[in-house]
């Protein structure tokens, strides 16, 4: 059973940072495709950043230059490193197995001042 469970929300202020961590049982993180999306009140979900089994990342327009996708193949875990914080980044933010169609259960990043 894949499991994927996320920490690092928070609050913090315009221009700051925040690092999300995804903790992956089940699968080998190195492996699949994984990825980022998030979902702004009112809003419909995104996907944000995605890292494939060979290291390839892409990202959204919106977080472009600001989000970084990263992986601990040891730790099995995948990291969205955001910086330069926006108020419109204000969302509940999910990590995701791409190639399976596996969900973890969220975590808020509130950007305010």
């Known amino acids: 059973q894949v499991q994927l469970v996320e920490s690092g929300g928070g609050v913090v202020q315009p221009g700051g940072s925040l690092r999300l961590s995804c903790v992956a049982s089940?699968?080998?993180?190195?492996?699949?495709?994984m990825g980022w999306s998030r979902q702004a009140p009112g809003k419909q979900r995104e996907l944000v950043a995605q890292i494939n089994s060979n290291g390839y990342t892409n990202y959204a327009d919106s977080v472009k230059g600001r989000f970084a996708i990263s992986r601990d193949n040891a730790n099995n875990t995948v990291y969205l490193q955001m910086n330069s914080l926006k108020p419109e980044d204000t969302a509940v933010y999910y990590c995701?197995?791409?190639?399976?169609?596996?969900w973890g259960q969220g975590t808020l990043v509130t950007v305010s001042s």
């Open positions: 089940g699968i080998t993180v190195r492996f699949n495709h």
């Open positions: 995701r197995l791409l190639s399976g169609g596996a």
